[in-house]
Nanobody
Framework: QVQLVESGGGLVQAGGSLRLSCAASGRTFSSYAMGWFRQAPGKEREFVAAISWSGGNTVYADPVKGRFTISRDNAKNTVYLQMNSLKPEDTAVYYC??????????????????WGQGTQVTVSS
């Protein structure tokens, strides 16, 4: 089992940047593919980005391509989401999630096994 704790959210103006972190407990972090999701008020949760076990492969949702970068440091049991050129429509609670299956890069939240509590990102216009 793994516990996930997100941090780094906050209030930023449009065009600004934030870096989210997700710290994982346990010794088997490198065996989990990781993902970031977000949920805006009144909307369904949506996929943002995912990364493979070693970090060598990544995938992004179209709305964030070219602006967001997912990365991981297995020595620190942490996955990151660097968010640049933020837009008001990026406002949401951001969640990291861990997938213990043999595949990576799922865009479906139901395929992830563990979730963090979320961190609020608010982008003002």
């Amino acid at each position: 089992q793994v516990q996930l704790v997100e941090s780094g959210g906050g209030l930023v103006q449009a065009g600004g940047s934030l870096r989210l972190s997700c710290a994982a407990s346990g010794r088997t972090f490198s065996s989990y593919a990781m993902g970031w999701f977000r949920q805006a008020p009144g909307k369904e949760r949506e996929f943002v980005a995912a990364i493979s076990w070693s970090g060598g492969n990544t995938v992004y949702a179209d709305p964030v391509k070219g602006r967001f970068t997912i990365s991981r440091d297995n020595a620190k049991n942490t996955v990151y989401l660097q968010m640049n050129s933020l837009k008001p429509e990026d406002t949401a609670v951001y969640y990291c999630a861990a997938d213990r299956s043999s595949t990576w890069g799922s865009m479906w939240g139901d395929e992830y096994d563990y979730w963090g509590q979320g961190t609020q990102v608010t982008v003002s216009s």
